[in-house]
């Protein structure tokens, strides 16, 4: 073995030998069963059949357009009612379903795991979590004293503590994908085909349900890496998990409200939250005028370095003291 | 080859505007158990972080084995094997698990090796136990054993009689002369009570306030009871007492300190008569002289007092 690879081997060890990353696993997989469970009674299922979907669709079109207009004499919305748009981007799909000539799926594992997207953000959650402890737990512990008095840079062991907590995420990532299939797959079966039709820069596009799945996954893990390094970084300048955890997820909470709090400003388009969804630029409607998709990527680059490069300075740099 | 194992060259620690150390010289000699004895806050842990490269040296430098920590921390850490204050372990993981994952960072350590050295502290009973569960003593064991995993030549142990009690020191003595012999390393051992350790060590460097006060040999290589009978800590009335404390540095080299009317100092037996001549000889009136019970007593220590660093 390496002797990079060994100290990854290490600290993974020490992250799946402790219960609290199990019970981690546990609700993980209790959400992922209870979202399937739910979603199987709640859901009614339709049922498309090669035979009566186009009616199956023009009844559902019908119903849809009903309901908006009960909708609108009752509450007299604005123009771009969210409820209304819903409705009208349901039937919209629906007709180009009809128009294409394409039968819909019904719904089915695939469909189940790319629902399941936003489960990264409990994955993003926890990887918080195991990067605000990598280094944090350590002093916590004392064995930080035994951990850098080996023939080993403390840039080399802080590298590895990051790729590890990294492949944590990526572990958990696949646990997630694997266990949606497979829960999916006992719930509601799998697709007869992966075709399936999305929205992209505004209009409706054929696509395959797997590249879709994986591109959605794709977006929020820019987010999980932005928000993990942070941790990280949080985690070694104060030596502290709990504050880590404590910033990190109130940021991630509040990211959104952040960037609209400050909307108005010329300066808000370089807040970190406002260039953390680059899925902005591929559904075609970017948060603030002027923001590309390189201009938010040379944000997110920027703000990588000075994560990485201040929990670096920090670590090699400054004493390890007993208080 | 280096002269030394290990050589503290003016070392210096400030934090803020605290000088904690200032300017320690001194070395340690190959193959030999060297005691670092100071009271509490003397500086003992800031001078051994800064030995294993934890604390950066704020001037001065501390060569191991000739390669400066500083400059050349992997060529001079590969020597070294620690216990910085309290043996922390992974409390989650087993005293092997423990081990395998200290032995994974350096390259050359086997398995037999961990088994070698958990045999070596005699722990292959509790091994396989959390270290959670293990008592204080047992975690000294482990932390020995885990200084010693890499082979080195200096072996750094931070008060590893503290907390124990009086069997579980005399158990980690046994163990470090032991060790110091089958596994022929230096042995830099600190505490802050003279009587826990002075019996396993060749010499005895004493730190108070960040300054080393004073090295003393304890322990020639004549045999442990033979020497210790000879070395004496006398206790003597004199005055003038500030001339007596001149004349012993300059006609024998003898440190004395003074503790109110007395003058405390430590020399051989067959010393002592030519030491009383000497004040004799130069108008000095003795009014009383008299050995202290044993060589390198808690009373010196008592002499040397708390720190005052505030
Ligand atoms: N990180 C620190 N910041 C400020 N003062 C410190 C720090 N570490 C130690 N000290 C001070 O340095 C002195 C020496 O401490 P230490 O080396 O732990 O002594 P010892 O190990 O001999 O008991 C003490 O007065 C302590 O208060
Ligand atoms: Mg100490």
Redesign the interface.
Known sequence: MG?FF??I??EE??LY??KSTWIMYIVLAGLIIGIAALTNTFDQGKNYTSDNWRTELQKENKALQKDTEDYIKETNPDEDDFYVNMNQEEMDRNNYYLEHDIQPQNYGAWQFTSDNAGLLSVVSLLTIIVAAGTVANEFR???I?????????RSVILLSKYVSVLLFALITLVFVLALSLISGGMFFGFEDSLQTVVTSHGELQQTSLVTETLSSYGYQIVNLIMMTTFAFMISVLFRNSALAIGIAIFLMLSGNSIVGFFQDRAWAKYILFANTDLQQYTTGSPLMEGMTMQFSITVLIVYYIIFIALSWIMFT?R????F | MAEFAMELIHTKKR?GQKEIIKGLSFQIKKGEVFGFIGPNGAGK?TTI?MM?????ITSGDILIQGNSIKTK???A??E?G?I???P??????TGW?NLM??A????DVTKERVHEVVALVGLEKAINQKVGRYSLGMRQRLGIA?ALLSYPSILILDEPTNGLDPAGIREIRQYIRRIAEEEQVSVIISSHLLSEIEMMCDRIGIIKNGELITIESVRAAVGESEKEKELLMMQVEAAPIDKAINLLQAKHSIKAVREEKMLVFQTEKENVPSIIKTLVEQDIAIYQAGVAKKSLEDKFFDLIGENTIG
Do not use: C
């Not at chain 1, 004493?319 to 007993?322: R, T």
């Open positions: 002797k060994k100290l081997y290490n060890i020490k030998i402790r512990w004392g064995t004293k035994l951990l850098l008095i080996r023939p080993i840079s740099k004493d390890v003291a007993g | 934090i842990t972080r294993v490269g934890l604390m950066n921390f992997k060529e850490i590969k070294v620690a910085v204050e309290n922390e372990m992974y409390p989650f993981m698990q994952h200290y994974r960072m350096s390259s885990q």
